[in-house]
């Protein structure tokens, strides 16, 4: 039984289409990357599954539980749509903590307004947490005192706080340099160790192959190809991912 | 006329200015909000009916508006409203000029209210579409996310607009004396008429600027309370 079932998703803005068919499935424990162009539709398929984005066409199933089926007649109310949220973490590209709550503060938030557990034990959880992405110094700065590597693992744990069935990450490492990305990556290899099941949309490709159980090449909208990444990183077999990889590949070479 | 018998009498009438700025204050900040909600409205109605009062109120000088709100019952209703409430306080409780104040009050808490609206919208347009978006994906609801999110951020944007704004109000209570109401430059002004003393009209700008000294350091203390965070 997979963990996510997608199936069919289509989603236009405007005359627009930017999701035509996407159908993949997941399973528990697996680690997922989607890589693909700007443009390719790969954030746009991320904020579908967070509902941040309503697919026009298409279910959408964790552990069998149907969350989103546009054949479906009843619409999804605002508290559907909340609970829906609850079985995934969402971490952002520019990460979006809460400036005027300190690092703690950002965790326990969510936690504590859905009243989840008493507040002994949403703090107990924040503050493991905390420890684990390696801040437990700067439980109490605001995240302006923060570097963007710092912020993200902030971003990360906050994520983690609600006890997500799949955690998504869209570009983390986008905003950051070289030597701040590294310190993410180290923190998503650890939650794979960990058999945390996650969905990556990123550009680092290195990363992709070595972190992922599987990969898949989105390109205007579809998914061009996809399987296990020494497969598709490593021997693309359409056109399309070989053009996408050529650069790759080639810095590999060197 | 001693200098100290001036100022006491001024400061009587400044205290009429203080009322107008208090109550305009404390019921136009308030009625700012849902004016600002109403602007930014998915319903088209509600947000065209909010621009056209935004656009007329914030459009039409403010002394007119006194004289439009004071003057309107009588040559609608040919009922002089607050005439009557003049009146009547006058001879129930020997309080003057209650029904001019009422509607220099009303005039101004309209008018300011609709300029703060627009303060509130701008700051709240301001604040990234990402920080509503962390809200959602943690299953949060609007009205927690505003609440408990976006608020305090809103409120660290807009500290120095409606400090200007609120500099600008004490300011504009002047505009009172248009239907006769005995705020502080109306007193200088029958100084002036009934003794020949032109000083003490200059003198008031000492109060009004004494007040925005105040008023100056008091927002200055709010951003720096709010200086903890950047957003």
Same mark, same amino acid.
């Given at each position: 039984?997979?963990?996510?079932?997608?199936?069919?998703?289509?989603?236009?803005?405007?005359?627009?289409?930017?999701?035509?068919?996407?159908?993949?499935?997941?399973?528990?424990?697996?680690?997922?990357?989607?890589?693909?162009?700007?443009?390719?539709?790969?954030?746009?398929?991320?904020?579908?599954?967070?509902?941040?984005?309503?697919?026009?066409?298409?279910?959408?199933?964790?552990?069998?539980?149907?969350?989103?089926?546009?054949?479906?007649?009843?619409?999804?109310?605002?508290?559907?749509?909340?609970?829906?949220?609850?079985?995934?973490?969402?971490?952002?590209?520019?990460?979006?903590?809460?400036?005027?709550?300190?690092?703690?503060?950002?965790?326990?938030?969510?936690?504590?307004?859905?009243?989840?557990?008493?507040?002994?034990?949403?703090?107990?959880?924040?503050?493991?947490?905390?420890?684990?992405?390696?801040?437990?110094?700067?439980?109490?700065?605001?995240?302006?005192?923060?570097?963007?590597?710092?912020?993200?693992?902030?971003?990360?744990?906050?994520?983690?706080?609600?006890?997500?069935?799949?955690?998504?990450?869209?570009?983390?490492?986008?905003?950051?340099?070289?030597?701040?990305?590294?310190?993410?990556?180290?923190?998503?290899?650890?939650?794979?160790?960990?058999?945390?099941?996650?969905?990556?949309?990123?550009?680092?490709?290195?990363?992709?192959?070595?972190?992922?159980?599987?990969?898949?090449?989105?390109?205007?909208?579809?998914?061009?190809?996809?399987?296990?990444?020494?497969?598709?990183?490593?021997?693309?077999?359409?056109?399309?991912?070989?053009?996408?990889?050529?650069?790759?590949?080639?810095?590999?070479?060197? | 006329?001693?200098?100290?018998?001036?100022?006491?009498?001024?400061?009587?009438?400044?205290?009429? @200015?203080?009322?107008?700025?208090? #109550?305009?204050?404390?019921? =136009?900040? $308030? +009625?700012? &909000?849902? %004016?600002?909600?109403?602007?930014?409205?998915?319903?088209?109605?509600?947000? @065209?009916?909010?621009?056209?009062? #935004?656009?007329?109120?914030? =459009?039409? $000088? +403010?002394? &007119?508006? %006194?004289?439009?709100?004071?003057?309107?019952?009588?040559?609608?209703?040919?009922?002089?409203?607050?005439?009557?409430?003049?009146?009547?306080?006058?001879?129930?409780?020997?309080?003057?000029?209650?029904?001019?104040?009422?509607?220099?009050?009303?005039?101004?808490?309209?008018?300011?209210?609709?300029?703060?609206?627009?303060?509130?919208?701008?700051?709240?347009?301001?604040?990234?579409?990402?920080?509503?978006?962390?809200?959602?994906?943690?299953?949060?609801?609007?009205?927690?996310?505003?609440?408990?999110?976006?608020?305090?951020?809103?409120?660290?944007?807009?500290?120095?607009?409606?400090?200007?704004?609120?500099?600008?109000?004490?300011?504009?209570?002047?505009?009172?004396?248009?239907?006769?109401?005995?705020?502080?430059?109306?007193?200088?002004?029958?100084?002036?008429?009934?003794?020949?003393?032109?000083?003490?009209?200059?003198?008031?700008?000492?109060?009004?600027?004494?007040?925005?000294?105040?008023?100056?350091?008091?927002?200055?203390?709010?951003?720096?309370?709010?200086?903890?965070?950047?957003?």
């Amino acid at each position: 039984m997979s963990i996510l079932e997608v199936s069919n998703i289509r989603k236009s803005f405007g005359k627009t289409e930017v999701l035509k068919d996407i159908s993949f499935t997941l399973e528990k424990g697996e680690v997922l990357s989607i890589i693909g162009s700007s443009g390719s539709g790969k954030t746009t398929l991320l904020r579908c599954l967070n509902f941040l984005e309503t697919a026009d066409c298409g279910r959408i199933a964790v552990d069998d539980n149907v969350l989103f089926d546009s054949s479906s007649k009843i619409k999804l109310t605002d508290e559907k749509v909340r609970e829906n949220r609850l079985n995934f973490g969402l971490v952002f590209q520019n990460f979006n903590l809460f400036p005027q709550y300190t690092v703690l503060q950002n965790l326990t938030l969510a936690p504590t307004l859905l009243k989840k557990d008493n507040i002994a034990a949403i703090n107990q959880r924040a503050f493991e947490l905390i420890k684990k992405v390696g801040l437990e110094e700067k439980a109490d700065a605001y995240p302006c005192q923060l570097s963007g590597g710092q912020q993200q693992r902030v971003a990360i744990a906050r994520a983690l706080a609600l006890n997500p069935k799949i955690l998504f990450f869209d570009e983390p490492t986008s905003a950051l340099d070289p030597e701040l990305t590294g310190e993410i990556l180290k923190v998503i290899k650890g939650l794979a160790a960990e058999k945390m099941t996650m969905v990556i949309v990123t550009h680092e490709m290195a990363f992709a192959r070595d972190v992922s159980d599987k990969v898949i090449f989105m390109d205007g909208g579809v998914i061009v190809e996809q399987g296990k990444p020494e497969d598709v990183i490593n021997n693309p077999q359409q056109e399309r991912t070989r053009h996408f990889l050529s650069r790759f590949q080639e810095n590999k070479t060197i | 006329m001693s200098f100290l018998e001036v100022t006491a009498f001024l400061f009587d009438g400044f205290k009429i @200015s203080l009322l107008i700025f208090a #109550v305009t204050l404390l019921c =136009g900040a $308030p +009625l700012g &909000l849902p %004016i600002a909600f109403c602007s930014m409205s998915r319903f088209k109605i509600v947000k @065209s009916i909010s621009k056209v009062v #935004v656009w007329v109120v914030r =459009g039409i $000088p +403010l002394m &007119l508006q %006194i004289f439009i709100i004071y003057y309107v019952p009588g040559l609608l209703f040919d009922y002089q409203l607050f005439g009557q409430i003049d009146r009547f306080m006058y001879l129930e409780y020997g309080i003057s000029d209650a029904g001019r104040i009422t509607a220099v009050l009303i005039a101004f808490t309209l008018n300011y209210a609709c300029y703060f609206s627009e303060i509130y919208r701008g700051g709240i347009e301001s604040i990234p579409r990402g920080q509503h978006e962390a809200g959602y994906v943690l299953g949060l609801t609007k009205s927690q996310i505003f609440r408990k999110i976006i608020l305090k951020q809103v409120i660290k944007r807009i500290v120095p607009p409606m400090s200007n704004e609120i500099i600008t109000l004490i300011k504009d209570t002047a505009l009172a004396n248009c239907i006769m109401v005995c705020e502080i430059i109306k007193n200088a002004k029958e100084l002036a008429a009934t003794k020949a003393m032109i000083w003490p009209l200059f003198f008031t700008g000492v109060f009004y600027l004494v007040f925005v000294g105040i008023l100056t350091i008091a927002s200055g203390r709010i951003e720096k309370k709010l200086s903890y965070f950047r957003s």
